[in-house]
C-alpha cells in the first residue's frame, strides 16, 4: 500500500506593493498561481478565496501593508510559495 503526503505551506506576509493587491499585482499573482498544480488560497481577515482566481483576489481589498495569509498544497507547493512570496513582498 502506498501512502500519500500533501505537502502544505502556509506564510503570513505583509502586502508591499504600494497598490496593493489590484489591478496588475492581482493579475500578475493568478498567473503566477495558475503555473503550479499547488491549490493556492488567500486568507485576509475572514475571507478566503481561490488564490487562482482574479475576482477573488480583487474581492479581498488588500491594500499596502494589509495582512495576508498564503496556503500552498500539493507537489509543488514550496516553488509556487516562493514565487507569490516575491509578488506580495515587491514594493514597486
Given at each position: 500500500m502506498?501512502?500519500?503526503?500533501?505537502v502544505v505551506?502556509?506564510?503570513?506576509?505583509?502586502?508591499?506593493?504600494?497598490?496593493?493587491?489590484?489591478?496588475?499585482?492581482?493579475?500578475l499573482?493568478?498567473?503566477?498561481?495558475?503555473?503550479?498544480?499547488?491549490?493556492?488560497?488567500?486568507k485576509r481577515g475572514?475571507?478566503?478565496?481561490?488564490?487562482?482566481?482574479?475576482m477573488?483576489?480583487?474581492?479581498?481589498?488588500?491594500?499596502?501593508?494589509?495582512q495576508?495569509?498564503i496556503?500552498a498544497e500539493g507537489?509543488?507547493?514550496?516553488?509556487?510559495?516562493?514565487?507569490?512570496?516575491?509578488?506580495?513582498s515587491?514594493?514597486e
Amino acid at each position: 500500500m502506498r501512502s500519500f503526503i500533501m505537502v502544505v505551506v502556509r506564510k503570513q506576509l505583509i502586502v508591499k506593493n504600494k497598490q496593493g493587491l489590484h489591478a496588475r499585482p492581482a493579475a500578475l499573482f493568478v498567473q503566477v498561481a495558475n503555473k503550479f498544480d499547488a491549490r493556492i488560497t488567500v486568507k485576509r481577515g475572514k475571507e478566503e478565496i481561490n488564490g487562482k482566481s482574479i475576482m477573488g483576489i480583487l474581492m479581498l481589498g488588500a491594500e499596502k501593508d494589509s495582512q495576508i495569509v498564503i496556503e500552498a498544497e500539493g507537489d509543488d507547493a514550496h516553488m509556487a510559495m516562493s514565487e507569490l512570496e516575491k509578488i506580495i513582498s515587491n514594493e514597486e
